[in-house]
């Protein structure tokens, strides 16, 4: 089958060859109905080494797709079914999933299996392991554009406004708000955010960031970002901080914006540094009671199920987050190409490939 992944891991992605996934007895066969590339794609390709796992990976981990083949022991999918598959995709089998958070079954981010341990989802066939734990049923009549949102931007989007555990009328900062982070917003007023302080540049971003609740817009072009939210907040500090973009010295800029007894959350992926730092009078000389939190997004049907429920029931609409709307696979190639470049009116690609 015809696939595009890695060619040679941490230089080049292209197309390439590869067998259809053979399925054991929990698995599904599925062929992709409509994909979204990925930031995480682009780290996985160019940003983390070379690995040699990553030879010849298929990329992508964010599908709506429909059931070729199931194994015997499958029991609530068949072949014709449209299911929503979630980027996140636990071995619910593994006995140290009951030890810690099923994300991290024996190291950090196991459970991220696509374009790692498993083929991804740009490909003529993919495969869903363990189908009945870690597919969802897409549910009759959501249009393609707003599930296929919530297998990875809405769900991790999400798990930022939960890790920070986001009260009633609490400040929240969420700095980037790329398709992460404008989900974090959403996220963020969903469970009672009071005054939502967003940190990015780009219009398209920050009209639909507004559109999601957000009361505040800054700009990193216009100085110190933590120096602005502490003097709009009469220097005590935001309650909660989301980081869903940036670099290092964002994550410092973060502990320095939260006020102490508050909560940073993060949901963005570090590449290219050995260590983050912490500004230590900011954290209190390590005594301010700041909790710095980092997760990968829940995984697995169930986290899925409810994502679509929020959809189903009109709480939020993904689907402002897409721009760009391709067609066949072989648009997959310019689809990834947008999110390495980023061209400024981008904010999130979708391939029909059915």
Known sequence: MKAFGCTVPGKEAGWMEKAVPAIGPYDALVKPIVIAPCSSDVHNAFEIGSPAFLNNRVLGHEALAEVVE????????????????????????????????HQHIKNPNDSFRYAFSLDGVFAEFFLVPDADMNAAHLP????????????DMMTTGFHGAELAEIGFGESVAVIGIGPVGLMAVAGAVLRGAGRVMVVGTRQNCINIAREYGATDVISYKEGDIAKQIKAMTDRKGVDKVIIA????????????????????????????????????????SGLSHKTLRGGLCPGGRRRMEKMLAMIQNGRVDPSRLITHTFRGLAEVEPAFQM?????????KPIVYIQ
């Open 140 to 151: 009759d009549g959501m249009p393609y554009e707003k599930a296929v949102m919530a297998c």
């Open 339 to 347: 999110m390495v470049k980023k061209p400024g009116d981008l904010i």
């Open 70 to 101: 199931v194994g015997a022991e499958v029991k609530d999918f068949k072949p014709g079914d449209k299911i929503v598959v979630p980027a996140v995709t636990p071995d619910w089998r593994q006995p140290s999933i009951q030890d810690t958070y």
């Open 245 to 284: 973009g940036g670099n290092a010295d964002t994550f410092a800029a973060a502990v320095t914006m939260v006020r102490p007894g508050g909560i940073v959350a993060n949901i963005n992926f570090y590449t290219g540094v050995p260590s983050l730092p912490i500004p230590l009078l900011a954290w209190g």
